[in-house]
């Protein structure tokens, strides 16, 4: 009975930490995905030059995309122009953090991991892109041409703007994390619970070889960038080091056996090897800076993360608890939407006539659904696409377009669909 007292008052405590900093995350999110121009973001990302790295990474840095939404973006604005190094650095920098994670960094780890994790990917991106340029031969890259309909921006004046901003932040952004966010801050409670305390140092006393089991842990597991911060946390606080917290912080968003065959696919192996090739070295690399060169007292904050003794508190403990019940909230109701999409389109989702509907595996996200929408439409002939996330579809509405284009497209996106009869 203790247990269980414990876990959900670990779980309580650590919501309600994270959730001021959460829901402004979110709304920033909704910002730029309302307001910031999509076609500038693909345009800074043509060509096969280190500038065009650059740019990606200080693009992606920011957008609040989780590793599953992050792949058929950046295979998208590969297929649109982008150069593969642009697209590899896109990439390797934005699922490791976001203007959401960041903030969830500073409310549970303190402000130097929360200063640490943007750069990190910032220059992780950089040079996973240069790499990925040196190693890739420049004929197999696009010419940087890039082709973008006006789908890629929300239309309507600022009231529509705004209405899409706090629907996208509140309810499509929500939905693509707040599952794994929950796994999260779950999981997080449960190891606070039963892991003894110091058990990093207890048990596995050498820094190195603990950042070397984290990596390997972490490199095919999925998690987002904002679930991964409690489970940090906590592991802070049972003795693991802050540079081994980092490697998890990096690798655990930043890669996925998903995404490693994907990429893989869509890009070729030498992208591949230069993405992970990458992460590795960069999170074994900063890792060690942290231990071994960082003031150790930068860092003793987040150790007591799990322990309620933060010393930074900014915010009034009736603003925490007020977005912690406000948050949870939203999270019920986006379950709620989503059980009452499935049991309304699991039935509305057949070709009646109005279009042709095909199977798309592998969606995750609305961010997926999005990519593959977006993408779909640009083929010659179709007029409108609609995708269906819960029963995996997609219909489509148009006259004399290539099947096999379509096909071809949600391949190269990194989806599967079974050849449809036609």
């Given at each position: ?38 076609h ?26 989780c ?10 604005f ?46 992780t ?50 939905q693509?994390?707040?599952?794994w ?5 779950a ?38 960038a ?10 802070l ?44 070295s960069?999170?074994i690399?900063?890792?060690?800076i942290?231990n ?51 049991r309304?389109?699991s ?46 579809t ?29």
């Amino acid at each position: 009975m203790t247990y269980i007292k414990d876990f959900f008052s670990e779980l309580v405590y650590l919501t309600v930490e994270m959730a001021p900093y959460l829901i402004f995350g979110f709304i920033i999110a909704g910002l730029l995905y309302a307001f910031f121009p999509k076609h500038k973001v693909q345009r800074y990302m043509g060509g096969n030059s280190l500038k065009s790295v650059i740019y990606s990474a200080l693009i992606g840095v920011p957008l609040p995309l989780c590793s599953c939404g992050v792949i058929p973006t950046g295979i998208s604005f590969h297929q649109n122009g982008a150069s593969k190094g642009a697209a590899v650095s896109f990439l390797i920098s934005t699922p490791q953090t976001g203007v959401d994670s960041i903030l969830v960094t500073y409310s549970l780890l303190g402000l130097p991991f929360a200063l640490i994790r943007p750069i990190i990917a910032f220059v992780t991106g950089i040079f996973g892109g240069a790499l990925t340029n040196r190693l890739v031969k420049k004929a197999n890259d696009t010419d940087g041409t890039i082709t973008v309909k006006s789908e890629d921006t929300v239309k309507g004046g600022f009231v529509t703007k705004t209405i899409a901003m706090f629907r996208y932040a509140f309810v499509d952004f929500l939905q693509d994390i707040m599952k794994w966010m929950v796994i999260g801050l779950a999981l997080a409670a449960l190891m606070a619970v039963i892991i003894p305390d110091d058990f990093f140092t207890q048990y596995i006393g050498n820094e190195y070889l603990s950042m070397l089991i984290v990596l390997v842990a972490s490199i095919p597991l999925y998690v987002c960038a904002t679930g991964s911060v409690p489970i940090a946390a906590v592991l802070l606080l049972k003795g693991l080091s802050p540079g081994a917290a980092l490697v998890f912080l990096m690798a655990g968003p930043a890669t996925n056996a998903a995404t490693i065959t994907v990429i893989g696919k869509a890009l070729g192996k030498r992208s591949l090897i230069a993405y992970l090739a990458s992460i590795i070295s960069g999170a074994i690399l900063f890792g060690t800076i942290i231990n071994e060169f960082l003031p150790a007292e930068w860092f003793a904050l987040a150790g007591k993360a799990g322990a309620h003794a933060h010393s930074h508190e900014v915010l009034p403990y009736w603003v925490k608890v007020a977005s912690g019940i406000a948050l949870t909230l939203l999270i019920v109701n986006g379950y709620l939407m989503k059980y009452k999409i499935i049991r309304f389109k699991s039935k509305s989702v057949t070709d009646d006539g109005s279009g042709k509907t095909i199977s798309v595996r592998g969606m995750n996200c609305n961010h997926c659904r999005m990519s593959v929408e977006t993408n779909l439409k640009k083929i010659k002939g179709i007029k409108d696409v609609k995708v269906d996330l819960n029963s995996e579809t997609a219909t489509i509405d148009g006259d004399d377009y290539s099947m096999d284009k379509v096909i071809s497209t949600i391949k190269d996106l990194g989806f599967k669909t079974d050849d449809p009869k036609h």
